[in-house]
C-alpha cells in the first residue's frame, strides 16, 4: 500500500526558523520539525542555551544550527534571516514563538514602559520578521507562517492584561497575513496554547492555589507538556495544511469551551 498521507507531514528538504527555541514550546516545535525532516535554524537571545538545542538534534541524527536573536533588535532580526539564507538558500517555514509576559498586575498599573516592551517582544518582532521572511516565501510561491499567540488573546484573565492584547494583536496580524500573501502562496496559522508548563507560566503551575483555580472547570484537567504543541506546529508546517490559513487553533485542554 502507498503511504500517500504520511507524506504530507514530511518536511523533508524544507528549512524553518523557529524563534525563543532555547527552551520550552520554542525547544519542543523545533525538535518536532527537524525530527520530521525538516533543517532548523534555532534561535534566542542566548546563544550557548540554543546551541545546546541544536547540538541535541544534531546528536539525533537531525540537521539544525543556532543563531542568536534578541527578536527586539533589528539588526538581530535581519542576521537571523540572513544566516539562514547563507546555510540553506531559503525560508519555507517561520515559527514566531519568542514571547515575554514579565507582570501579573493589574492594567492601571502598567506603565508606558512596560506596554512597549512586551508588544515590542510579542507583536512587533512577529510582525517585521515576517515581512522581511515573506519577500523570499514569495520568490518561492510558498512558504508557511506560524504564530504563537495565546487562549488568554481571546479571553483575558486578571493580571494578564498587556500580555492578552498583544496576544489578540498575534492573532489579527495572523489573519492579515493570510489575507494579504495568500496569493504568493503564503500560508498563515496561530497557535493559542492554554496552560502549558514552561517558565513563562511558572508562576500559576508552580502555585498550587493559581494550578487549582485553572484546573477546576478545564475538560482535560491538567497543564499540558511543551511536546503537547508540537503536533499543530508539524500540521502547519507541512502539506498536510495546504488549504488551512488565516486560522487560530486553540490547543489548551478546552479552556475555550467554558
Ligand atoms: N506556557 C504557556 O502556558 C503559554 C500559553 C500560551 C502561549 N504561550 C506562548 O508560547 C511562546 C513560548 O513561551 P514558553 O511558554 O515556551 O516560554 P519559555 O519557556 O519561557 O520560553 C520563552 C522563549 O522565548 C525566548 N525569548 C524571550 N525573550 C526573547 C527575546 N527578546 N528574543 C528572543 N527570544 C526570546 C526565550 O529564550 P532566551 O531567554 O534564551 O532568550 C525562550 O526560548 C510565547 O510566545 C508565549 O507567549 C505560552
Known amino acids: 500500500m502507498t503511504k500517500k498521507y504520511k507524506k504530507l507531514f514530511d518536511l523533508s528538504g524544507k528549512v524553518a526558523i523557529v524563534t525563543g527555541s532555547s527552551r520550552g514550546i520554542g525547544a519542543s516545535i523545533a525538535e518536532a520539525l527537524a525530527e520530521f525532516g525538516a533543517s532548523v535554524v534555532l534561535s534566542s537571545r542566548s546563544k550557548e542555551a540554543v546551541d545546546e538545542v541544536a547540538n541535541k538534534i544534531q546528536e539525533n541524527g537531525y540537521d539544525a544550527m543556532a543563531c542568536e536573536c534578541h527578536v527586539g533588535e533589528e539588526d538581530h532580526l535581519k542576521n537571523l534571516i540572513d544566516t539562514t539564507l547563507k546555510k540553506y538558500d531559503k525560508i519555507d517555514i517561520l515559527v514566531n514563538n519568542a514571547g515575554i509576559n514579565p507582570v501579573f498586575d493589574r492594567l492601571e498599573n502598567a506603565d508606558e514602559k512596560l506596554f512597549n516592551k512586551i508588544m515590542d517582544i510579542n507583536v512587533k518582532a512577529a510582525f517585521k520578521l515576517s515581512n522581511m521572511a515573506m519577500k523570499h516565501m514569495k520568490n518561492n510561491k510558498s ?96 502539506e498536510a495544511s495546504s488549504y488551512t490559513t488565516g486560522e487560530t487553533f486553540n490547543v489548551d485542554g478546552g479552556y475555550m469551551i467554558n
Open 143 to 238: 512558504g508557511s507562517i506560524i504564530n504563537i499567540s495565546s487562549v488568554e488573546g481571546q479571553k483575558p484573565d486578571k493580571g494578564l492584561g498587556v500580555y492578552s492584547i498583544s496576544k489578540a494583536a498575534i492573532s489579527m496580524l495572523t489573519k492579515s497575513q493570510a489575507k494579504e500573501w495568500g496569493k504568493y502562496g503564503i500560508r498563515s496559522n496561530a497557535i493559542c496554547p492554554g496552560l502549558i508548563k514552561t517558565k513563562l507560566s511558572s508562576a500559576l503551575w508552580q502555585n498550587e492555589e493559581m494550578l487549582e483555580l485553572w484546573l477546576k472547570d478545564l475538560p482535560i484537567r491538567k497543564a499540558a507538556e511543551p511536546e503537547e504543541i508540537s503536533g499543530i506546529a508539524v500540521y502547519l508546517a507541512s
